[in-house]
């Protein structure tokens, strides 16, 4: 069993809070993405579970053991790393076979185990180059290969695509659904790519400042946030996020208005007068003649099978994004009306937490 447990983890460097004391349990074989903006602690947290840094407080656990303290060679883990971290003098065979050379496998079991998984990462007929004459796609290849030789209980990626173009994303990305589902490994991958974060996760770690802000099924972040973070970390493009205020409370709902005047209802539960953000996804407004939402098209960008219009509104600080049909004939200026249903309204109290439902 490979099931990860961070209990009360945390790590400061000098003042800096890097992770707040953190609870997180992982199951055995699950793939969890965590994912938030820059500095927010994603990468400590990854590489306290490593052992490439020392907790301030907490503990950490793989299948029961204990192994806050343990050397990262002894964890039963292994990471892939951005940079790649190969080494140049090796060939790609050599670079796979390092780490099992290191644990002083036999020759013949080595070139086994290294045969096998070169094949199953199509990296047989590479296996004598040296890492200077493989692509960026290739070269993440090899890194990922050497990191599950050892068969690890666990592999702990850290943003493992960030450096490749956008056409290697998608099929390295399709890669690693392979082999997860081929390995049965427990992974831990961090990014700051939602589309990775939704299509591969079991489950989603939305981080910010520090601390986890949710963790869940990729749907249910996408359909209830927990909080303006996630709301944030989770769509594209993002929720549409509008200064607004409670102006009704009722049994069904309440009825917010906006800072330009818009008014929506939305099923979820507060207070007369209590100042909120609202949020609304793009792809949730529908036209609509006598929608709340209005504003003048200042931006217009035409994907193909859809399109987002700009819209700016009279006498509002905040523009707001519409998905469009990627047919619609749109001019720029043209004024738009938009509506949404009640139950697809977010809204955030001042705290940042979505008002409850
Ligand atoms: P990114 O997406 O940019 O990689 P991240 O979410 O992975 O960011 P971390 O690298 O975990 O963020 O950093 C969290 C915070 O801790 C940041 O404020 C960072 O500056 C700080 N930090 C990280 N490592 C150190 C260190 N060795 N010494 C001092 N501060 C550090």
Redesign the pocket.
């Known amino acids: 069993m490979a099931n990860v447990e961070v209990r009360g983890l945390a ?1 400061r ?2 003042a ?1 809070e ?2 707040s004391p953190t609870d997180l349990a992982i199951e055995d074989g699950e793939f969890i993405v965590i994912v ?10 990854l ?1 306290l579970i490593a052992g490439l ?1 020392e907790p301030s407080e907490g503990t950490i656990s793989i299948g029961g053991k204990d192994i806050t303290h343990a050397p990262p060679a002894d964890r039963g883990l292994a990471m892939v790393f951005q940079s790649y971290a190969l080494y140049p003098h090796l060939t790609v065979a050599e670079n796979i076979a390092f780490p099992l050379r290191v644990a002083r496998l036999s020759r013949a079991e080595v070139k086994d185990r290294v045969t096998a998984v070169a094949r199953s990462l199509d990296l047989e007929p590479l296996l004598a180059r040296r890492p200077r004459a493989l692509s960026g796609g290739q070269r993440q290849r090899v890194s990922i290969a050497r990191a599950i030789v050892r068969e690890p209980q666990v592999l702990l990626l850290d ?1 493992p695509l960030s450096n490749l173009d956008t056409e290697l994303r998608v099929r390295m990305r399709h890669e690693f659904a392979r082999l997860h589902a081929q390995l049965g490994t427990t992974m831990i991958y ?1 990014t ?1 790519d939602q589309l990775e974060a939704m299509t591969l996760a079991n489950r989603i770690v939305v ?1 910010s400042e ?1 601390q986890v802000q949710q963790v869940g099924a990729p749907i249910e972040l996408y359909d209830r946030p927990a909080s303006l973070a996630v709301a944030r970390a989770i769509g594209s493009p993002g929720m549409n996020l509008i200064p607004a205020q409670v102006v009704a409370a009722d049994a069904d709902g309440v009825t917010l208005q906006s800072e330009d005047g818009a008014q929506v209802r939305a099923t979820v539960r507060g207070e007369a007068g209590a100042v909120v953000t609202m949020g609304v996804r793009p792809e949730h407004l529908v036209a609509s003649a006598a929608g709340a939402f209005q504003g003048a098209v200042e931006l217009f960008e035409r994907l193909g099978p859809l399109s987002f219009a700009h819209l700016g509104a009279p006498g509002a600080m905040h523009t707001i994004v519409a998905q469009l049909p990627g047919d619609q004939r749109v001019t720029l200026g043209e004024v738009l009306h938009f509506d949404i249903a009640p139950g697809l309204v977010h809204a955030f109290g001042a705290d940042g937490r979505a008002l409850p439902r």
Do not use: I, N
């Not at 938030?36 to 947290?45: A, H, N």
């Open positions: 790590k460097f000098g800096v890097a992770l938030g903006p820059s500095g927010c602690g994603k990468s400590t947290l590489r840094e943003e961090v700051h981080m520090g």
